[in-house]
């Protein structure tokens, strides 16, 4: 399926990409969207014991840095807001990515792209409201 390429020109600066260990789903998300002008993404994980295993664990100067957290799962946002507390909540937002891909995976990249497209349009439409 074909979906337009995202016009993030307006999109927060600094994106933050959380998945459980920092392997597979958000690594490719950072090096998808690093590819953006502008934009400096990076990733990490919530799972201490998995992120050992060569992913990066999510650290509170992340959460502040970040502009905006895509979470794949749910579950990772109940992990960053027990973790960290409630003060970075505003701006976690929920892809609903399952872990089911490989790194790189063609159907990865295309749900992401969906996703993080259509996060996009509902904050260009909610600015379109508020004005």
Known sequence: MDYPEP??????????????AN???SPTAARLFAAVPGLACYSAGT???DAAQGGREVVQTDLERADV???????HRDQLLRR???RHAGK????????IYTA???DLIELLLQR???????????????A
């Not at 957290?69 to 579950?75: K, Q, S």
């Not at 993080?116 to 508020?130: C, D, G, I, R, T």
């Open 7 to 20: 016009s993030l020109t307006a999109m927060p600066t600094n994106v933050l990409f959380i998945c459980s």
């Open 23 to 25: 392997q597979h789903r």
């Open 47 to 49: 799972c201490a014991q």
């Open 69 to 75: 957290v895509f979470v794949m799962e749910d579950r």
């Open 84 to 86: 960290f507390g409630r």
């Open 92 to 99: 976690i937002v929920n892809l609903a990515i399952d872990d």
């Open 104 to 106: 790189g995976s063609p």
């Open 116 to 130: 993080v497209f259509e996060q996009y349009e509902a904050a260009k439409s909610m600015e379109a409201l508020l």
